[in-house]
């Protein structure tokens, strides 16, 4: 192998790949970045088996050929050049990265050990990437990060009749679902990893059109450019639990400057005490954002909001509430305001884009 | 007490104070910020006895009046205002943070319980605070943070003949020193701590002139609005032998970029092993900077030097040398090697602060 690229640009790819391959592994050419150079240019890959990605990028190729090398200091080397062009050429048992003074040599990896990246599984619709991640990017913040129970980290994502594509995710505290428009070729039925999935929805370039592909064992999204792919997540998901919640019973209707709302939430966190904690009073065309703390002192503040129903008050979790209002940043959001502990929605006008959205926060038990 | 400042003023000096009190105290009122309102303006300050701060911004003082509040919660609320003025009034039991549409009360703490903000020891002399920067930056950053031997943790200041003050500080595997014009008042000869005084020394002005104080216990560096003061570390320093280091045998004397270097090492760092070595090669007209690990393969990189003496080959500790080519950003650097284990001396013209610097960094024994 032998080849010129532009130094940026790998860089870039190298450290995509590098961020979506885990780092501790028992083997490390499951950490290794899978360099393949023919007439089309340069793919960057990797695989542990349960990710994969795979990047193009241009490149002169002198020789074709493929190694795997260590992914991270690759990425390193290439993000500090300050050489416009590198050159990538296999010398012995080294993969050698040059510029007009410098040398990096990388061992090679045993490529025939490499799992290799797996075939995308079948194209079941497009989506244009920018309403993908305005639609991932809020759902996927309400699953865990870390739950035991699997079905609590996932997105589950089906295609609904009428060319709409459906996500929900939820960490039983809160829960997000979006709507969105997309072109379907086939049904999808899935739940997948949440931060994966929100990641690799960041990849692709916001212009382009991605294609969802999946089967009953992956889940995958591509691009020109590239792709990335994940194991499901094998657990059953409440969706007629999950669907009851959104049936909402409203007691009180809120609409405000979403992001006026999260600005007094979060100059409440001072004063959220040990739970974390801030109230929410609605009032004749106003909202109270309250704290109150043993040691910090208390805060009152006072936003404009249009109100339509009873006098209420509700306390949340702080930092749930300012994800969910980080959902609508830049929009007007109407709160729905239900009886007792059931839980608040969120929901605004849909966006260019066609995405509908719609967050659920559960509030605290109230401390008299 | 009651007043009006320009919110952004005040929060900056609130979360200055802030940073320079301990979070972790057994009395909360010595985390505590003492605000002293009267015809001058407000005063803010804080001391836990070892440390002390004090600062004053322009306010309109509707009434006089000193409290003591919670530090933390004061600077995190002001930071978070959108409102460019803020009004403080004590209400009750309470210190009212005020804009049009919020309140947030911070609960008084004991007053009288508070130890007080030490009066400032005599003044020594005076710098302009861009050079004591300049100087006290790299020196402090040769000292060490956590080292067991409060010695390796202070910055040795003495006055000199001929209006120099000099700066001294080590952590066994470097050393910088740093000479540079003040203007004496008495004599200055003390150890204080390293972080607390590159810290303070960054709080006024860069165009204010900076006064040093110091007695017998304590060291301050005060400016027209504000001043830090701190405990002198009760600890010998050896003066003697760190001097004896500074009349280096040159074996051989480089000159060169320090920025290009640095990029260099920088490079060089993924290569560096499990002990984070680099390897400096002085050759004919270049340096090779070098590395080697196990796992990521090796690399070498030549720049472009002024060589004047042996071809010598020298191993550091990388981010020791990568600190201390950070003191020389932006100059050409001269590095005097010295033979065996005796430590290589970067040193570089005098600044136009007068600011005369050497860095001295111990090599790694080298591996055959």
Do not use: C
């Amino acid at each position: 192998m032998d080849l010129t690229a532009t130094t940026a640009e790998l860089a870039t790819a190298a450290a995509d790949v590098a961020r979506l391959l885990p780092t501790r592994v028992y083997d490390p050419v499951l950490a290794g970045l899978v360099l393949r150079a023919d007439g089309a240019g340069i793919e960057l890959a990797g695989s542990d088996r349960e990710h994969a990605v795979r990047l193009t990028r241009a490149a002169t190729v002198h020789a074709d050929g493929a190694v795997v090398v260590p992914a991270r200091p690759l990425a390193d080397t290439l993000r500090s050049l300050e050489d416009p062009q590198v050159r990538l050429v296999v010398e012995g048992s080294r993969l050698a990265v040059r510029t007009s003074t410098a040398r990096f040599a990388l061992p090679l990896l045993d490529l025939s050990t490499h799992p290799g990246i797996p075939p995308l599984p079948p194209a079941l619709g497009t989506i244009p990437a920018r309403a993908l991640t305005a639609a991932l990017t809020p759902v996927s913040s309400a699953a865990s990060k870390d739950d035991a129970l699997p079905m609590f980290t996932g997105v589950r994502m089906h295609s609904a009749p009428g060319g709409r594509l459906e996500l929900i995710a939820t960490d039983r505290y809160r829960m997000a679902f979006a709507s969105l428009p997309w072109v379907p070729a086939g049904e999808l039925d899935v739940l997948a990893p949440a931060v994966v999935l929100a990641e690799a929805s960041r990849q692709p370039d916001r212009a382009a059109e991605v294609t969802v592909h999946a089967d009953a064992d992956r889940i995958a999204l591509s691009w020109a450019g590239g792709s990335v792919s994940t194991a499901l997540l094998a657990a059953p998901f409440p969706d007629d639990r999950v669907r009851k919640l959104l049936e909402a019973v409203i007691d009180s209707t809120v609409l405000v400057e979403a992001d006026v709302l999260a600005g007094a939430v979060r100059r409440a966190v001072p004063y959220a005490g040990p739970h974390g904690s801030v109230t929410i009073q609605v009032d004749d065309g106003e909202l109270r954002v309250r704290g109150s703390d043993p040691q910090s002192g208390e805060s009152e503040e006072s936003i404009k909001a249009t109100i339509d129903g009873n006098r209420v008050t509700k306390t949340f979790q702080a930092r749930y509430l300012a994800d969910a209002l980080r959902a609508f940043s830049g929009r007007r959001v109407e709160l729905k305001i239900q009886d007792g502990l059931r839980s608040t929605v969120l929901t605004s006008q849909a966006g260019d884009d066609g995405v509908e959205l719609t967050y659920l926060v559960v509030p605290l038990r109230q401390t008299p």
